[in-house]
């Protein structure tokens, strides 16, 4: 069982490593954004967003991933145990760390995603953003799918938006701000339309889970890429690395503490990402040689009161 485990991680690895050499692009092989959210940001004082409770996104956003960093420890996800498997035993990135670094909630009701046809994902649009059903068809046309692209929904959110419809301003934006953040797909471009049915009603928004649905997507997403033959990872992808960067230690990647950091904000907000590539295999060697004592257990001790 043992050899079989072993011979099983080398063919992992080696795929990693091929897979993170071949991509020049960090937006190519990690397309876990976003990398540009200014455009959200212009939604930030509408008073039925921040209800729902998930602008803390919009501040959580790193400029770039390390690619070679978390291609090492992709290389560890063990999904059988949904746990990254280390020299001196298991770690997993828990509710806890969701809540201190993305300040969004991890109690409260959960929720699932009903699977929509082309048809029916252009019938949501229609009825609930305000637009067509000409338009609403066309989007899933260029979508390929029941899906909808970023840009789309922020023009719909800016139509809506001006004309008075809050309700289905809101809809839009935070469709859009969750497929780009805590429900990034491999393509960082669209969201599944079936998402929108979580902001149907925004009081009962209010009462989500966001932060376990998170947590949720990134194993999934994690577990996936641990197949051959998936070339490239989803999820978000911010809370992934700002777990690496709290809990190990700085020999293990590049990072700045961020000068305009105040403590009450979330925590994946303390770091500035320094961008270009670093060597896998140096990577994977410290992360084999690492010992528990190295490891920051409980980075989260003074930000707790926040």
């Not at 145990?81 to 990135?93: D, K, N, R, V």
């Not at 809101?170 to 079936?194: D, H, P, Q, Y």
């Not at 992808?237 to 590049?254: M, T």
Request: with cysteine; charged share 30%; net charge neutral.
């Amino acid at each position: 069982m043992v050899l079989v485990k072993k011979r099983r991680r080398k063919k992992r690895r080696d795929k990693v490593v091929k897979d993170v050499q071949e991509e020049d692009d960090d937006e190519i092989f990690f397309s876990g954004g976003p990398y540009d959210s200014k455009l959200l940001k212009t939604f930030k004082g509408h008073g039925r967003i921040e209800a729902v409770g998930l602008l803390p996104l919009l501040t959580c956003n790193l400029s770039s991933v390390d690619k070679t960093m978390l291609s090492a420890f992709v290389e560890r996800w063990q999904p059988e145990m949904s746990s990254f498997h280390m020299s001196f035993g298991e770690m997993t990135i828990t509710h806890d760390d969701v809540s201190s670094l993305l300040h969004i909630l991890v109690e409260g009701k959960f929720f699932s995603f009903p699977t929509l046809t082309r048809e029916e994902a252009a019938i949501v649009l229609h009825k609930h953003l305000g637009v067509t059903q000409v338009e609403a068809e066309a989007e899933i046309r260029k979508s390929l799918g029941p899906y909808s692209r970023y840009t789309w929904l922020l023009d719909v959110a800016k139509k809506m938006a001006k004309e008075e419809n809050t309700k289905k301003a809101a809809r839009a934006f935070l469709l859009c701000l969750v497929g780009m953040t805590i429900f990034c797909a491999k393509t960082n471009n669209k969201v599944e339309v079936s998402y929108l049915g979580l902001f149907m009603d925004l009081e009962k928004a209010e009462e989500y889970a966001w932060g376990v649905m998170a947590l949720a997507f990134l194993y999934d997403q994690l577990k996936d890429a641990t197949k051959v033959i998936t070339t490239s990872l989803g999820g978000y992808l911010n809370l992934f690395q700002a777990w690496i960067f709290e809990h190990f230690p700085a020999k293990l990647f590049d990072k700045n503490l961020n000068k305009n950091y105040v403590e009450g904000e979330p925590r994946a907000c303390k770091w500035v990402t320094k961008r270009g590539n670093t060597d896998l295999h140096a990577k994977m060697i410290v992360l084999d040689d690492l010992i528990e004592s190295s490891v920051i257990w409980t980075p989260y001790d003074e930000h707790r009161v926040h």
